[in-house]
């Protein structure tokens, strides 16, 4: 069965550094072949899209809020897609999800795109 494991999140202070991983497993083709997304949802929030990533990585696009803090990566030959997140915020805080896209990711990252969702990783920036 596809799935996708988040991991990385925790508590920083303003202005540290957090990188997530997405590890899949189960899925019907290699990783390559597969867009890739990060979302995130705030208490009270609607999940919003952060970043998302081509299967072969060569084309990644952000969300304006986290644009020049945040690089998305990913390593095939170890089936993990990354969020390297700089510079981090209050504001940041929320659940991280990374989760399939369904047709070729666009700077629009919208959820309703996006499938094989995982659990979530929570990641809390507090002084």
């Known amino acids: 069965q596809a799935r996708l494991v988040e991991s990385g999140g925790g508590l920083v202070q303003p202005g540290g550094s957090l990188r997530l991983s997405c590890a899949a497993s189960?899925?019907?083709?290699?990783?390559?072949?597969?867009?890739i997304g990060w979302f995130r949802q705030a208490p009270g929030k609607e999940r919003e899209g952060v970043s998302c990533?081509?299967?072969?990585?060569?084309?990644?696009y952000y969300a304006d809020s986290v644009k020049g803090r945040f690089t998305i990566s990913r390593d095939n030959a170890k089936n993990t897609v990354y969020l390297q997140m700089n510079s981090l915020k209050p504001e940041d805080t929320a659940v991280y999800y990374c989760?399939?896209?369904?047709?070729?990711?666009?700077?629009?990252?919208?959820?309703?795109?996006?499938?094989?969702w995982g659990q979530g990783t929570q990641v809390t920036v507090s002084s």
């Open positions: 989760a399939r896209a369904i047709s070729p990711c666009t700077p629009v990252i919208v959820p309703g795109e996006y499938a094989s």
């Open positions: 990533i081509s299967g072969r990585g060569s084309t990644t």
């Open positions: 189960g899925f019907t083709f290699t990783l390559n072949y597969y867009d």
